[in-house]
């Protein structure tokens, strides 16, 4: 059974910080990884789907990378803004079904 | 274009009533989920459809029914509500099937709160 695992489950940091946001995944038997963003009270909406044969995708300040060999993901947000602020959530796909992680929880400061 | 929208926002039950909630999808697509997320649990399929008249079950389908009579709409249903369903309902649509080869994304409707007394 396929888990799916991101630590640390919150992360404050201050505006203008390049951070980096950890996926893992137990299973690299995975058609791909999609990054999602949840707004408080909000549903989900899709950030960026890299496909198995792929090793990255890039959209304005996010990259995210896969490296299913480890069974890792990253998403990388460049100069992050307080409007960054929200849950992210990854999620394999494999079997007909997505496997989601918990969520990491980002507070950009001002 | 409204994309994907779920009716009611917010509802509480009491034990042992029934009652559906609806979701609708403007994007003609093929694929519709109904998940769950509960706090410390992620989100978790409770039944999908690959097109109108079909449905599926997910990982957690025991308590719901599910129905796709139009291709626009996905009803999920609670014969008889329990407290372990309290958690937030989410609806979900895609063009191609989730977790399979060439998947596009999936796009997510607002959700619903209910709580089950």
């Known amino acids: 059974k396929q888990e799916v695992t991101q630590i640390p489950a919150a992360l404050s940091v201050p505006e203008g910080e390049n951070l980096v946001l950890n996926c893992s995944f137990t299973d690299s038997a995975i058609y791909n990884l999609q990054w999602f963003r949840q707004d408080p009270g909000k549903g989900l909406t899709s950030l960026l789907l890299i496909q198995s044969s792929q090793r990255e995708q890039t959209s304005g300040r996010l990259n995210a990378s896969l490296d299913k060999s480890s069974g890792r993901s990253t998403l990388y947000i460049a100069a992050s803004q307080p409007g960054d602020s929200a849950t992210y959530l990854c999620?394999?796909?494999?079997?007909?079904?997505?496997?989601f992680g918990k969520g990491i929880t980002l507070s950009v400061r001002p | 274009n409204a994309g994907v929208t779920q009716t009611p926002k917010f509802r509480v039950l009491k034990t042992g009533q029934s009652m559906t909630l609806l979701c609708a999808q403007d994007?003609?697509?093929?694929?519709m989920y109904w998940y769950r997320q509960d706090p410390g649990m992620g989100l978790r399929l409770i039944h999908y459809?690959?097109?109108?008249?079909?449905?599926a079950k997910g990982e957690v389908p025991d308590g719901y029914n599910v129905s796709r009579l139009k291709k626009q709409n996905f009803l999920l249903g609670l014969e008889s509500a329990a407290p372990s369903q309290t958690s937030v309902y989410f609806c979900?649509?895609?063009?191609?099937?989730?977790?399979?080869?060439?998947?596009?994304?999936?796009?997510f409707g607002p959700g619903t709160r209910l709580t089950v007394l």
């Open positions: 979900a649509s895609s063009y191609r099937l989730a977790g399979g080869p060439g998947e596009d994304t999936q796009y």
């Open positions: 999620a394999t796909g494999a079997n007909s079904k997505l496997t």
């Open positions: 994007m003609n697509h093929e694929y």
């Open positions: 459809s690959v097109g109108e008249g079909t449905t």
